[in-house]
């Protein structure tokens, strides 16, 4: 089922699916936050939700090799971090 051959293999592989429970933490509190607010909302804990998936899932596809995972991971990092520059920018503005 989860095709590993060892110990490290099998780390490798909850690792992944860590980094996958991240990932899908950020669709979880966007939908309650969307909820509360009875609109589209998106909370900045999305973003935060997404880098740390993202940083794994991009650890994960780095030692597999598989480098249609890493570009996809490495260029959705980039716009998450752009996108919390941004908010932080606006807040520093505000403030």
Known sequence: MLHVNS???FVWVLTGF???MLF???FLV???SSERANRSVMPVAF???SILGGLVLLSYALWRRDP???LG???GLLIYAR???LIHAERRQHA
């Open 7 to 9: 110990w490290e293999e």
């Open 18 to 20: 860590m980094g996958q």
């Open 24 to 26: 899908t933490m950020r």
């Open 30 to 32: 966007q939908w309650i």
């Open 47 to 49: 973003w935060y939700f």
């Open 68 to 70: 249609v995972f890493v």
């Open 73 to 75: 991971q490495a260029s």
């Open 83 to 85: 996108n919390l520059w």
